[in-house]
């Protein structure tokens, strides 16, 4: 399998139980099994840096918060639809982000191989950062 730098570390099924560094543990989630719902997850805080004197706290939960957790683990080389799960919206998101506020930059890439053709790279315009958990 080819390492892909902008794609979260894979554990191990014995470090399952612990916390991904964007915020998800996929492997736990996997290991529900089909027909099984996890539990929704806690909503969480971020300090937006964009104007120095005005930085603003957000609280996102579900995707928003996960794509914004993979978005700043990609920092400084972005993000791209094929760096997400299967099935994840990825565009969809970054726009509901975006309309929260938060800037994210794009950047249309062309790739070859078999299926030639562009993708987006999306990247965090501004600092981000993650202060705890919501309320």
Known sequence: ME????????????????EMPWGTDDI???QLGAG???ARPKP??????????????LTLSGRAAWTL???IWAVPMGLTAMDCPPGVRLAAHIADLRASGIPIDKAVETHGG????HHA???????VERIGDGA
Do not use: M, S
């Open 28 to 30: 736990a989630l996997a």
């Open 121 to 127: 790279r999306y990247r965090l315009a501004t600092l």
């Open 36 to 38: 099984a719902k996890p």
């Open 3 to 18: 390492h892909n730098e902008c794609a979260p570390p894979q554990l191990d099924a014995a470090d399952g139980a612990k």
């Open 44 to 57: 969480a805080r971020y300090l937006i840096h964009g104007d120095p004197a005005n930085a603003v706290e």
């Open 69 to 71: 957790n993979r978005l």
């Open 114 to 117: 078999p299926f030639p053709g």
